[in-house]
């Protein structure tokens, strides 16, 4: 059963650019995700994983990249369901909007337990984004 989620939008006052090359290096993501609820964090440029609190192994690989206005991401080879993760950025007046979209196939019963902390952890990265970027 195909599932999306999609972040909330923030607005951030730096470049399409400047969040872009950011978010290419995903070495950078452990800022994005919360230190309290993930273990085992690896990573290099085009890839990443962690374990989620009480939960399973998240491998995160960079697909394509669409230069400064889109990341495709997949689940890597040990995902608990095979996904995308997209994210999106905009130019907008003094900087970008950006926002993830979530698409994984996941079946039912998994989708009630999963559904709002994946909600939750996307929103959360959104807001890390911002924060990152306006310090």
Not at 102 to 121: D, Q, R, S, Y
């Amino acid at each position: 059963m195909s599932t999306t989620i999609d972040s909330e939008k923030v607005t951030i006052h730096k470049s399409s650019e400047v969040v872009y090359n950011y978010l290419c290096d995903f070495n950078h993501f452990v800022e994005l995700l919360p230190p309290d609820k993930i273990s085992d964090w690896r990573s290099d440029f085009d890839q990443c994983s962690f374990k989620i609190q009480n939960a399973a192994i998240i491998p995160l690989v960079k697909k394509e990249v669409h230069p400064v206005h889109k990341i495709d991401i997949v689940s890597g080879e040990k995902a608990p369901f095979p996904f995308t993760l997209t994210v999106h950025i905009k130019d907008v007046d003094n900087g970008c909007e950006c926002h993830l979209h979530f698409n994984g196939e996941i079946n039912a019963f998994l989708k009630m337990m999963v559904m709002k902390p994946l909600t939750n952890l996307f929103n959360y990265m959104a807001d890390r984004l911002q924060k990152v970027h306006s310090a």
